[in-house]
């Protein structure tokens, strides 16, 4: 039935051709960012916060025009090392010392 439509109205075949591109892409961009976006939790049991387990050097986003910006960051440390580390290791320590003392002088509780 629709191709002997096209068939009778052949101006029509772009358009046929452009709906459909968009209905097939926007699926599978869909499906994509279901299957792939460390944001979205599908699954009610396991991690909880997928998000906090991102590698420093994974590019998480659809497009990247700065590929070298993740490939420079293999290797490195992650940041929050600093404050998620209980073990009294040395940044970490020293992280915990600059917060308290930042709390101690008391910066941004100024009474006037």
């Given at each position: 039935?629709p191709a002997?439509?096209?068939?009778?109205?052949?101006?029509?075949?772009?358009?046929?051709?452009?709906?459909?591109?968009?209905?097939?892409?926007?699926?599978?961009?869909?499906?994509?960012?279901?299957?792939?976006?460390?944001?979205?939790?599908?699954?009610?049991?396991?991690?909880?916060?997928?998000?906090?387990?991102?590698?420093?050097?994974?590019?998480?986003?659809?497009?990247?025009?700065?590929?070298?910006?993740?490939?420079?960051?293999?290797?490195?440390?992650?940041?929050?090392?600093?404050?998620?580390?209980?073990?009294?290791?040395?940044?970490?320590?020293?992280?915990?010392?600059?917060?308290?003392?930042?709390?101690?002088?008391g910066v941004?509780?100024?009474?006037?």
């Amino acid at each position: 039935m629709p191709a002997r439509f096209v068939a009778q109205n052949p101006a029509l075949a772009p358009l046929f051709a452009a709906v459909g591109f968009a209905i097939v892409g926007s699926g599978w961009f869909a499906f994509n960012i279901l299957k792939n976006d460390p944001t979205v939790v599908l699954k009610k049991e396991g991690e909880q916060d997928p998000w906090n387990q991102v590698r420093q050097d994974r590019n998480t986003k659809f497009y990247s025009p700065n590929a070298s910006f993740w490939q420079e960051r293999v290797g490195l440390p992650d940041p929050r090392a600093a404050f998620l580390s209980n073990d009294g290791s040395s940044a970490a320590q020293k992280a915990k010392d600059k917060v308290k003392e930042i709390k101690a002088r008391g910066v941004g509780n100024r009474e006037h």
